[in-house]
């Protein structure tokens, strides 16, 4: 949907470096867009280091007698020039009330002090004109006399289409009175039919009346601990055109929010994602003070998880994903509570399993699929139009397919898994596989030290062992059996080992976090240089 009019003036950005943890702090316009009606409203957003401000403008009294605002009834006199000083909009054939569009600076609407740009026309003269159309209103506006009462009530959803000032009304030099149109205005700052040639004297508030004035008022708050963000159209793969949602940990929505540039939604995405990401890692770290060293958090946040088949009427559903001490975790809502661990969807141990890049979008908009390991293939279906995915497989040879919100988050992904992966080999040491080969029971070790060792599981006699450097390939049939070819250090000749596992997936997957993990002590600089989403994100 695009936004017309003027465009406000970009806000100013600050992230305080004084702060332990950084945020950002901003404050900017945008709209609300209801995707039922298809409107979008004025609002103004007020970002902090925990809470997202939603601002609608209202009228509120500041002085007088204490009305209430909702409704004022104002006496206008008409003026030989100038008129009632004011222009309206819209109209009942237009599903849109008749509101105030323009009030003239120092004529008779300006000088009462109780009528705003946005303001509803309710009754004139005592008739109600809330199911009036445009022409209806100006006739009768026009034929009131000197004298005209109208109550009016400020619209706090008018339409962005109206096309209403925001500011504080000032002069304007449209002064057309000609054929009107409900989303055009109809000035009435010119004489109507007057029954009284003489002077009227200027209407201006007294002593007694109340005075109000235009304030934007909080009308929404939403915490942003553990909050989610989703830039999509609910049920598809569209994503919404400068516009995204906020939802906080307890289901409440910000509604669509939607800005006038690319530029401007990127910004507001990029602060609130981060204050989030900010608040994310605090609560990790109050997590980790309740768990051992051995068991701590290393990143978790949401994520969006593609569903199984074609046939959903929801492709992707939020999932919150954490990795923790030996183990990968998936939730549906996010663990708050040291009970609500083992409460998981899954629990998939970091040793077995494999992070893949799918898709990440450059700067040109092209698409980069990207493999992160040798040796395994798994297709999958890349049709969908979310840029920045990955995969998480597992053992059997099942997988989860996630998407993310941006780039970087992508990147901070791809190193946590990283990290937790290794973090764990290191800790565990070796791992054990039962598996059997021509009949005989036999034990499979994978060990960070000594490489891969193969013994019968009964005499527990070593039948073979080599090192890490020495597996120069492998294959397997896709279900349970694998061969691994070693060079013989003596010999030099290649050695063709065959197992049977009834995991196959899970032992592959041990493999590579060993190997991996094993260079990264050797030379992190490789592992670094092989980070195909920092690579793309930073650099772009």
């Known amino acids: 949907m695009s936004v ?41 957003l007020k970002l902090t280091k925990e809470v997202l401000t939603i601002q609608k403008q209202d009228v509120v009294c500041v002085s007088g007698s204490d009305h209430s605002a909702n409704h004022r009834t104002v006496t206008l006199r008409r003026q030989p020039v100038g008129g009632l000083g004011l222009s309206i909009k819209g109209g009942a054939e237009h599903k849109v009330p008749v509101v105030i569009s323009k009030i003239f600076k120092d004529q008779a609407a300006d000088q009462t002090g109780m009528l705003f740009i946005g303001d509803a026309i309710i009754q004139v003269n005592g008739i109600n004109v809330e199911s009036a159309t445009h022409e209806e209103v100006v006739h009768l506006l026009r034929n009131a006399g000197d004298e005209v009462t109208i109550t009016v009530q400020y619209l706090r959803e008018a339409p962005s289409f109206l096309k209403l000032p925001l500011g504080s009304p000032g002069p304007s030099s449209d002064h057309s009175s000609g054929a009107s149109s409900p989303l055009f205005d109809s000035g009435l ?19 007694n009346e109340p005075k109000y004035e235009k304030r934007w008022l909080d009308t929404l708050s939403v915490p942003l ?9 609910a049920g598809t793969d569209k994503l919404r ?24 939604s990127a910004d507001w995405l990029r602060a609130i994602s981060t204050n989030i990401s900010d608040l994310t890692l605090q609560n990790m770290k109050m997590a980790n003070k309740c768990c051992s060293p051995s068991d701590q958090v290393i990143h978790m946040g949401w994520v969006n998880e593609r569903l199984e088949g074609t046939d959903s009427c929801q492709l992707y559903k939020f999932k919150f994903l954490a990795l923790k001490g030996s183990s990968f975790y998936i939730f549906s809502t996010p663990p708050v509570s040291t009970l609500d661990w083992v409460r998981a969807e899954k629990i998939y141990n970091l040793c077995e399993v494999l992070f893949k890049i799918h898709k990440l979008w450059l700067a040109d908009d092209c698409w980069l699929q990207a493999n992160l390991y040798l040796g395994i293939h798994q297709d999958f279906d890349l049709e969908d139009q979310r840029p920045y995915c990955f995969s998480v497989m597992v053992g059997h040879g099942k997988s989860h397919y996630f998407n ?6 992508l990147a901070v992904w791809e190193r946590s898994f990283q990290r937790a992966i290794f973090l764990e080999v290191q800790r ?17 070790t994978v060990d960070f030290a000594l490489g891969f060792t193969c013994f019968d599981s009964k005499t527990k006699n070593v039948l073979w062992r080599f090192k890490f450097s020495q597996l120069k390939g492998s294959s397997d049939d896709g279900k349970t059996r694998v061969k691994l070819l070693f060079q013989n250090l003596d010999t030099k000749q290649i050695e063709t080992k065959e197992l049977e596992f009834q995991d196959l997936t899970a032992v592959l997957h041990c493999i590579h976090s060993f190997i991996a993990a094993k260079v990264a002590s050797v030379d992190p600089v490789f592992i670094d240089s092989q980070s195909i989403a920092r690579k793309y994100m930073y650099s772009n």
């Open 428 to 444: 565990t040491g070796s791992k054990t596989y039962m598996c059997s080969w021509q009949g005989d029971t036999l034990c499979f």
């Open 241 to 264: 055109s400068n516009a995204f949602e906020v939802l906080a940990l307890d289901g409440v929505s910000t509604g669509i929010l939607q800005f006038y540039t690319a530029q401007e």
């Open 4 to 44: 017309a009019g003027k465009q406000p003036p970009p806000a100013p950005l600050e992230r305080p470096g004084s702060l332990l943890v950084p945020t950002w702090t901003k404050t900017g316009i945008a709209l609300l867009y209801d995707e039922v009606s298809e409107n979008a409203y004025d609002i103004r």
């Open 404 to 409: 993310v919100e941006l780039g970087n988050e």
């Open 225 to 233: 601990s553990m909050a989610r963000i989703s830039r999509y159209k």
């Open 189 to 207: 700052h010119l004489n109507g039919n007057s029954t009284n040639t003489a002077p009227s004297s200027p209407s201006s508030p007294t002593a």
